[in-house]
């Protein structure tokens, strides 16, 4: 039985990747590369010197996803493929409600027509929405994000719940990620953002490494302890360790039918000052930054209770923050400009 990964060329794709082979799962990916290469699956072959069968096509293709499963014995399905750029959904939503949302609604009824039953998927805290009480637990309802990526992972729990009622096979997990920074410890595969960095870790190290001049902190007036924003950020390679739990338990599970949410995180928010801090004091590097004003849609501060996966998967993080950054610079500091 194979283990179908979508997006798997991607930053916490290729990381899973490389933990199902080092667990003896085997691979097939199908990744489009519009946001990742496939030096990615190439590395991830090096490092554990196993093959991936590789298969470069779109979720929203039907024909490709016939055809895939028609080809390989695939016993379960972990999705990561999506456009993940908040600003950049919110100017084209048209375009993030049909890769996400129609791309996973093409490939649940794939793998519906070929009895492939389960499924896990990248969720996100974004889920929990602007108004919840922290720490966010998996019993609170889903939110409204303000953003049509946060939607569209709400769109898609929905759709995982409606699969769950109508085909009682169907076994799914949500995994809703934190922050998930950080990269493998051999400095050989880690996050390779396009263009400006979205996400404040990138940013932080593009800095260091003299790609851009300096970070601005959005906004210092939060009701927090210094005044920035607080998150809860994962290494990716507990994140990736996670999804290897989830699989695991849903393979144990003779009677289990729906859908499961578990939230992954560290349950430690970090504020964006800490983690400059911690970055500059670990690696010696200096990180030139100003404030500037709030960035629209950000929330002062939230993290994860992860009590369920620790109690139900068995999953609990192993890395600290120092682990963070000292992998994230080790990544960014032997390939400057990413994969290129
Ligand atoms: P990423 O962009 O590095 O990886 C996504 C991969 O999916 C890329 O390789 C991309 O080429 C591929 N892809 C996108 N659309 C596709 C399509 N239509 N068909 C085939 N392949 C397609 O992003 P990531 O950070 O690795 O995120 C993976 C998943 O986790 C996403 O679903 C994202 O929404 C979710 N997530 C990420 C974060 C985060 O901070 N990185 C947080 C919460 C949830
Ligand atoms: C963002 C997304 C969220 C997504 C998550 C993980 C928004 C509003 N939310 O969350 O939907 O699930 O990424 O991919 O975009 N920061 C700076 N300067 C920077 C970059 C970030 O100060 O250059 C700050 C932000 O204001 C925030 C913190 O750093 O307070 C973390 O930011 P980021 O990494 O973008 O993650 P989130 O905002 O938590």
């Known amino acids: 039985m194979k283990i179908l990964v979508t997006g798997g060329a991607g930053f916490i794709g290729s990381h899973t990747v490389l933990a199902l082979l080092e667990s003896n799962y085997e691979v097939v990916v199908l990744d489009n590369l ?21 298969i ?43 890769n996400n949302v129609s791309g996973t609604l093409c490939l649940l009824q794939a793998m519906h027509y070929a009895d492939v039953n389960m499924f896990i998927f990248s969720s996100s805290a974004t889920v929990y929405g602007e108004t919840s009480v922290v720490p966010y637990t998996e019993s609170l309802a889903l939110g409204s994000p303000s953003s049509p990526y946060g939607a569209s992972k709400v769109m898609i729990e929905r759709m995982l719940a409606d699969s769950a009622i109508a085909h009682p096979n169907f076994q799914a997990i949500s995994l809703r990620y934190f922050n998930p920074i950080g990269a493998h410890p051999s400095g050989v595969i880690g996050e ?31 009701p927090t302890k210094d005044g920035t924003c607080r998150r809860d950020y994962i290494h990716v390679v507990d994140l990736a360790e996670g999804h290897v739990k989830a699989l695991d338990w849903l393979q144990k599970q003779t009677e289990f039918s729906g859908v499961e949410a578990f939230n992954l995180g560290t349950g430690t928010p970090v504020s964006v ?9 670990e690696t010696g590097q200096n990180v030139p930054y100003e404030f500037s004003p709030r960035r629209s849609g950000d929330l002062p501060e939230f993290w994860a209770d992860s009590s369920k996966a620790q109690k139900e998967l068995g999953w609990q993080t192993q890395l ?8 994230t610079w080790r990544w960014q500091k032997n390939n400057p400009n990413g994969y290129e």
């Open 192 to 222: 390779d953002p396009k263009g400006i960095p979205n996400n404040l870790m990138p940013y932080i190290t593009q800095v260091a490494v003299g790609r851009r001049k300096k970070l601005s902190i959005f906004g210092n007036d939060y």
């Open 320 to 327: 600290t923050l120092t682990d963070m950054v000292i992998d």
């Open 273 to 281: 000052l800490e983690m400059v801090d911690t970055f500059i004091v």
């Open 34 to 54: 519009c946001n990742s290469t496939y030096v990615a699956i190439e590395r991830v072959e090096a490092l554990t010197g196993k093959n991936i069968s590789f």
């Open 56 to 98: 470069h096509g779109d979720i929203n293709c039907s024909n490709t996803l016939q055809q895939l499963f028609a080809e390989y014995d695939i016993g379960a399905v972990l999705h990561f493929a999506a456009l993940k750029a908040v600003g950049e959904s919110v100017q084209y939503p048209y375009k993030y409600y049909e």
